[in-house]
């Protein structure tokens, strides 16, 4: 199963479209899904480990995956693993 974070900002106004991508594909797919602002230490120490620089920015299994709000079809690809 993967494991997805969201880094977000209240003052994003690209986040709530990535908050909403990734809770509809929640209802396809099986995977654990957290949210966590930027500005607090967890999050703060999410970016400065993964050199993110911009939100919303998805963390899939640990890698820095997305920066902005991916295509829905990019999205499922990575859950899945496809490639391409």
């Not at 969201?6 to 994003?12: E, G, N, P, R």
């Not at 899904?33 to 230490?41: A, F, G, L």
């Not at 120490?45 to 991916?70: K, M, Q, S």
Request: hydrophobic share 35%; proline share 6%; with cysteine.
């Amino acid at each position: 199963m993967a494991n997805v974070t969201l880094l977000v900002s209240s003052s994003c106004p690209a986040c709530p479209s990535a908050k909403s991508l990734w809770k509809q594909l929640r209802t396809k797919y099986s995977f654990s899904y957290r949210e966590i602002d930027i500005s607090t230490p967890a999050g703060q120490e999410l970016a400065e480990r993964h050199a993110v620089r911009a939100v919303p920015a998805t963390i899939i299994n640990g890698r820095l995956t997305f920066v902005g709000v991916p295509s829905r079809q990019s999205a499922e690809k990575a859950l899945t693993g496809q490639r391409g």
